[in-house]
């Protein structure tokens, strides 16, 4: 049974920030956890394998998220379609999930 002390905060401030926030890079974060894929555990097992310092394994993804989030107006310049596409991310996210877990239920 999961308990609410279990569950980690951190996917719901992505999935907040992607749909109020209108940001690309924490929708796709979020669905990357959603779908069993994360792409933060990715980032650090790469740096992990090249032989950075620790440290900088923890520090490196936090600030390259951080830039990419404050990329997104210059790559994106339309607000209402980052938002639409935010939004389309979050929600195939949740429908893909939905889906695979009642497909594939015991």
Do not use: C, N, Q
Not at 11 to 21: A, Q, T, Y
Not at 55 to 78: G, H, T
């Amino acid at each position: 049974m999961v308990t609410m002390a279990s569950v980690s905060l951190v996917p719901m401030v992505w999935f907040w920030r992607g749909l109020k926030g209108h940001s690309v890079t924490f929708a796709v974060l979020f669905a990357s956890l959603v779908l069993g894929f994360s792409l933060m555990g990715v980032i650090h097992r790469v740096l992990a394998d090249v032989g950075v310092h620790w440290l900088y394994v923890l520090l490196i993804p936090i600030f390259l998220v951080r830039w990419l989030s404050k990329r997104e107006a210059v790559w994106i310049p339309d607000e209402a379609r980052r938002r639409r596409i935010a939004r389309s991310i979050l929600a195939v996210s949740l429908v893909v999930a939905a889906v695979a877990a009642w497909v594939l239920k015991p």
